[in-house]
């Protein structure tokens, strides 16, 4: 099995900054794609980012210029730099494997536990 960790959520003050991690272990041979999505209280989960295993990456426009998402060299730990936050970037964050490949080259969409960010006016 692989699992994905999140961390690096916390509070924040408007026009701060946070850096999320996404850590996959276990069954893991590489992070092949990624996705990372947001939940905000009484929303449902959008997807905010997301990078394929070319490379390409993607954003919701709301995010865009401010949020960069990355997949280490080691392809097994993914980071959201998240910029000038906003108070409506609150929420879960969660990352997704898009797909994540296992050692016994199987491709697997597992989801992280999310973390909180919290963005004060």
């Known amino acids: 099995q692989v699992q994905l960790v999140e961390s690096g959520g916390g509070l924040v003050q408007a026009g701060g900054s946070l850096r999320l991690s996404c850590v996959a272990s276990?069954?893991?041979?590489?992070?092949?794609?990624i996705e990372w999505y947001r939940q905000a209280p009484g929303k449902q989960r959008e997807l905010v980012a997301s990078?394929?295993?070319?490379?390409?990456?993607k954003y919701v426009d709301s995010v865009k210029d401010r949020f960069s998402i990355a997949i280490d060299n080691a392809k097994t730990t993914s980071t959201l730099q998240m910029n000038t936050l906003k108070p409506e970037d609150t929420g879960v964050y969660y990352c997704?494997?898009?797909?994540?490949?296992?050692?016994?080259?199987?491709?697997?969409?597992?989801w992280g536990q999310g973390t909180q960010v919290t963005v004060s006016p």
């Open positions: 997704r494997c898009d797909p994540c490949t296992t050692r016994e080259w199987a491709s697997v969409r597992t």
């Open positions: 276990g069954d893991i041979f590489r992070i092949q794609g």
């Open positions: 990078q394929s295993s070319s490379g390409m990456t």
